[in-house]
C-alpha cells in the first residue's frame, strides 16, 4: 500500500481544536454583534467579555456562563473543552421548544431573537432557552415573545394558562377539586384579554 506524502502529513499533524475564545471572537464577528450586547445577553461585564477574546484571563469554567454563550451561539455547551456537564436536571419546557421550534421555521437566528427584546430582558431569554428558567407568568412578557415570533393571541393564552395551572399545582392547589373556581378565573382572564 502506498502512502502519499500529504496523507503521511496529514496523520502526524495533530488535530487542534479551536480555542474557546476564538470560537467566541468569530461567532461575534460574523454576526456583527457588538461586545456589549453579547455581554448583557450572557449576563457578564463588557471587560469580561474583552478578557475572554483577548486571552488574559482562562476562559470561563463556569457552567451557567458557558451554557449561556453556547445558548447565543446556538451551539452545545459541550463544544467548550472548559464545560463540566452540570449535574441538576434541566427543565424541558413544552413551550420554550415551541418558540425554539418557530424560531426555526423563520429562519431566526437567537442574536436576532435576542435582540428584538429590551436589553434588561435579553438575560432572561437566554436562561429560559437554555433550560433554567420557564416561560415567564406573566402575560404581558409572554405576549412580548409571542410577539417577536408572529403568534396568535391563542397560543399565548393557552401557554399562559399551562403556565400558570403549573404554579398553582407546585404551590400546592389541587387543580382537579377546585376545578370550578379554576375554570371561573380562567373564564374571567379569557374576556380580559378579549378571546371571548
Not at 479551536?18 to 450572557?42: G, R
Not at 467548550?80 to 441538576?88: A, G, L, N, R, S
Not at 415551541?98 to 437566528?109: A, H, L, R, S
Not at 435579553?122 to 432557552?129: F, S
Request: net charge negative; aromatic share 10%; charged share 30%.
Amino acid at each position: 500500500m502506498m502512502i502519499y506524502k500529504e496523507d503521511k502529513e496529514m496523520k502526524n499533524k495533530p488535530i487542534v481544536q479551536e480555542k474557546s475564545s476564538e470560537k467566541v471572537a468569530k461567532f461575534l464577528e460574523k454576526n456583527a454583534l457588538h461586545k456589549k450586547d453579547f455581554a448583557e445577553m450572557i449576563g457578564v461585564t463588557l471587560s469580561y467579555v474583552y478578557n475572554l477574546i483577548d486571552n488574559s484571563i482562562p476562559f470561563s469554567t463556569r457552567g451557567t456562563t458557558l451554557e449561556r454563550i453556547a445558548t447565543v451561539m446556538e451551539i452545545e455547551p459541550e463544544e467548550f473543552e472548559e464545560y463540566k456537564i452540570p449535574q441538576e436536571p434541566i427543565l424541558i419546557d413544552d413551550s420554550v421548544e415551541f418558540f425554539k421550534d418557530v424560531m426555526k421555521e423563520k429562519g431566526m437566528t437567537t442574536v436576532n431573537f435576542l435582540k428584538s427584546f429590551p436589553r434588561k430582558k435579553r438575560l432572561d431569554i437566554v436562561d429560559m432557552l437554555r433550560g433554567t428558567l420557564p416561560v415567564p407568568i406573566d402575560f404581558k412578557e409572554l405576549t412580548m415573545i409571542a410577539q417577536v415570533l408572529d403568534l396568535n393571541k391563542d397560543d399565548v393564552y393557552s401557554m399562559w394558562e399551562k403556565r400558570v395551572k403549573q404554579v398553582l399545582e407546585s404551590n400546592g392547589m389541587n387543580i382537579y377539586s377546585n376545578a370550578a373556581l379554576i375554570n371561573a378565573m380562567f373564564d374571567c382572564a379569557k374576556k380580559y384579554i378579549n378571546l371571548k
